[in-house]
């Protein structure tokens, strides 16, 4: 056998170890492919063995959809029939007495007892009370005889 040199040994080793990734790789994919096929097999297993029994269990099927559906709008009525009750004891309860004990106190409210009256102070500065010869009532710019400048010019 002849003694291979540095880069040879490395370049032989790096096609060994391609050679063994490549190998695993088929194994994997031959893992996963007889996977998925158990898998499919098994379901269609499962498929065939359900389609009698959902065939001979279909009216029983719908008989217990019914049994539910009467069940459940029993319960709704009561549920319906616990709240009216509920609903007409506190009529019973709150209301009706609620008019009769206000008949007998006399609530009687005087609006005019709770409104508030404010009483201010004086205005205590007399220089501002003179109103200003030439008027508030022109804009700053044009007071000093300037215009304003026009809308295109900025």
């Known amino acids: 056998m002849a003694k291979r040199g540095f880069f040879a040994e490395m370049s032989h080793q790096k096609q060994v170890a391609a050679r063994q990734r490549e190998q695993a790789n088929k194994a994997a994919a ?38 539910a559906k009467r069940l459940y709008l029993e319960a709704r009525a009561a549920e319906v029939e616990s709240l009216n009750t509920q609903l007409a004891e506190t009529y019973d309860d709150e209301l009706d007495t609620l008019l009769a004990s206000t008949l007998d106190v006399d609530d009687h409210v005087d609006l005019e007892a709770l409104r508030v009256h404010a009483e201010h102070p004086p205005f205590g500065f007399p220089e501002l009370e003179v109103p200003i010869p030439g008027g508030l009532h022109r804009r700053p710019a044009e007071r000093h005889g300037e215009r304003p400048p026009s809308p295109g010019s900025r």
Not at 53 to 58: D, F, G, M, P, Y
Request: glycine letters at 0%; a positive charge; hydrophobic letters at 45%.
């Open 30 to 67: 031959r893992q996963h492919a007889a996977a998925v096929r158990q898998a499919e097999a098994a379901q269609r297993q499962a498929e065939q063995a359900r389609a009698p029994a959902a065939k001979a269990s279909a009216a029983h099927q719908k008989q217990a959809e019914a049994e």
